[in-house]
C-alpha cells in the first residue's frame, strides 16, 4: 500500500517529474521549465514572478473540463494563450487590453507534464491554437517521457507536429505509446483510468486544494470539499415516511389475520 504522502519518491505513486510551458500567460517564446524529480517541492517569488501561471497551467493538464476547473481573476484560456498582462488606458479614455501574442493567427500554446511512479512515465501535454478566432485543443497522453523542444517543435496549426509525434513512438504490441484525444472529456476519462482515480470528484479536489491560499481548519476543509455531499433532511424523511408505510402494512396484517380467525 503506498502513501500519498511518503516522503520517498519510489513509493508515493505518481509524482511530477517535470513540467514545461511554452507561449503560456507571460511565459513567452521560450520554453520554462521547473523539475521537481519526483520530489515534495516549494516554489516562491515575488508577486509577479510567475507562481501562479504555472500552477494554473498544471492546473489545466491535470483538471481538462472547465466545469470542474476555476482560474483566478477571471482568466480564461484564451486569456494565457495570447499572454494578456495587463490593460492601459487609451485617448479615448477607455481600456484596452495588453497581450504578448496578439496575432491570433500564429499564436499557440503548448502545455507538458511529466509525471512517474515506481514502474513507468506518464506524459500529459496539451496543444493550443486558432483557426479564424476559434480556439483549437489536442490532448496527448504518452506513455513515456516527452519534452515540448524534442517532441513538439516544431509547432502547426494543420497538424503535422501530432503525425511525426505518432509516427516517432508507434504501438508497443498492441497498446498504443501516444493516445491523441480531441475532447477534454474523452481526455479527462483516459486521465482517469491511467491514474488509477475512482471518480471525477478526484479533479474537482485538485482544482480545490491548489487554489488554496490558507487553511484555518482542515476539518472544515474535510468536511466541505472531500465528504460526499447528502440531503439529510430529505434522507430522514424518506426513511420515515418508508417506516410509517411499514407499520401500516403490520396493522393490515395484524387486522386481516383477526378476521380470517
Not at 76 to 81: G, L
Not at 167 to 182: M, V
Not at 210 to 224: G, P, Q, V, Y
Request: aromatic share 12%.
Amino acid at each position: 500500500m503506498y502513501s500519498i504522502f511518503s516522503t520517498k519518491s519510489d513509493k508515493a505513486g505518481y509524482r511530477l517529474q517535470y513540467f514545461e510551458a511554452y507561449n503560456w500567460g507571460t511565459f513567452d517564446k521560450e520554453i520554462f521549465r521547473i523539475s521537481p524529480q519526483c520530489n515534495t517541492t516549494l516554489i516562491t517569488g515575488a508577486n509577479g514572478s510567475g507562481k501562479t501561471t504555472y500552477i494554473q497551467g498544471l492546473l489545466t493538464l491535470i483538471v481538462p473540463e472547465k466545469r470542474y476547473r476555476f482560474y483566478e481573476h477571471q482568466r480564461t484560456e484564451e486569456s494565457y494563450v495570447v499572454g494578456e498582462f495587463g490593460d492601459i488606458e487609451t485617448d479615448e479614455g477607455s481600456r484596452q487590453v495588453q497581450r504578448l501574442r496578439d496575432n491570433k493567427s500564429t499564436a499557440y500554446s503548448i502545455l507538458l507534464a511529466v509525471f512517474k511512479n515506481e514502474e513507468q512515465y506518464v506524459t500529459l501535454a496539451q496543444t493550443r491554437c486558432f483557426s479564424g478566432s476559434e480556439m483549437k485543443r489536442k490532448f496527448i497522453i504518452a506513455f513515456k517521457p516527452l519534452s515540448i523542444e524534442k517532441d513538439f517543435s516544431p509547432f502547426d496549426a494543420k497538424g503535422e507536429w501530432l503525425r511525426r509525434l505518432t509516427k516517432t513512438y508507434p504501438k508497443f504490441g498492441t497498446k498504443e505509446t501516444i493516445l491523441s484525444l480531441d475532447g477534454p472529456s474523452k481526455y479527462a476519462e483516459a486521465l482517469l483510468k491511467v491514474f488509477g482515480m475512482r471518480s471525477p470528484k478526484a479533479l474537482t479536489l485538485f482544482d480545490q486544494t491548489m487554489r488554496l491560499k490558507t487553511m484555518t481548519s482542515l476539518d472544515k476543509f474535510i468536511r466541505e470539499n472531500m465528504l460526499e455531499e447528502s440531503n439529510i433532511e430529505t434522507d430522514f424523511q424518506n426513511l420515515r415516511s418508508n417506516y410509517q408505510k411499514l407499520l401500516d402494512a403490520h396493522r393490515e396484517m395484524q387486522k386481516a389475520e383477526k378476521q380470517l380467525e
